[in-house]
């Protein structure tokens, strides 16, 4: 019975993020909670200019992790949340699938959190107020890349290392950089033709 109600409730949240009206809200709510983490931030750091560009910097680099470290161990995993989504995902990359509009918030805030136990206050919301803005990049990256053909050869190269993943999904994870892919050895390689 409760195995039952637990995979109803999957299931409407899953039909949820797929529409239109879950990807346009998610948007609304992150760039709000980027903004705020921004301004907070910068109200609050009482140091240099320099160290709080450094720390966006850094919240840039670790949320490109994040980005490959969800696409690659948790989308192409068993969690139900996560790779029924993405598989829906795979099936109709025209979609509006999305996470539940409230899921990045909350594990954004949840990070923040963390941060600020770790760190001063002022540093803590711009390195997770940076996070926020990779996070709005990869998801406006994501569908930009699968809704507009590019004619700039730069942006077709790049929409294209993503269009590979779809055709194999064991490469490719980075979407808003190869760089995780490169590091780690998932970049796709195009085998030579043997003639």
């Known amino acids: 019975m409760k195995r039952n109600l637990l995979r109803t409730g999957v299931d409407a949240i899953v039909r949820m993020s797929a529409t239109r009206a879950n990807y346009w809200t998610e948007v609304g709510v992150d ?5 705020v ?9 009482a140091g240099r200019p320099l160290t709080a560009l450094l720390v966006f910097g850094l919240g840039l680099l670790v949320f490109s992790f994040i980005e490959y ?9 068993r969690v139900p949340l996560f790779e029924q989504g993405h598989r829906m995902h795979h099936a ?23 941060l600020v136990l770790v760190m001063p206050t002022g540093l803590a919301l ?4 940076a996070m926020t803005l990779g996070y709005i990049a990869y998801g406006l990256s994501h569908f ?5 053909r590019f004619r700039q050869p730069l942006l077709r190269r ?3 290392a993503h269009h590979v993943h779809h055709y194999h999904p064991d490469s490719n994870f980075g979407v808003t950089t190869p760089l995780w892919d490169v590091l780690l050895g998932t ?9």
Do not use: N
């Open 126 to 129: 711009l390195m997770a107020g």
């Open 69 to 77: 470290f969800f696409h690659r161990w948790m989308f192409h995993t």
């Open 92 to 114: 109709q990359p025209l979609g509006y699938d999305s996470l539940p509009f409230f899921l990045p918030a909350a594990v954004l805030l949840s990070l923040t959190g963390l």
């Open 158 to 160: 790049w929409a294209a």
């Open 144 to 148: 930009t890349i699968h809704h507009v």
């Open 37 to 45: 983490l921004l301004a907070e931030g910068w109200r609050l750091h």
């Open 31 to 35: 760039v709000t909670l980027c903004l």
């Open 187 to 195: 970049r796709y390689v195009r085998q030579s033709r043997k003639v």
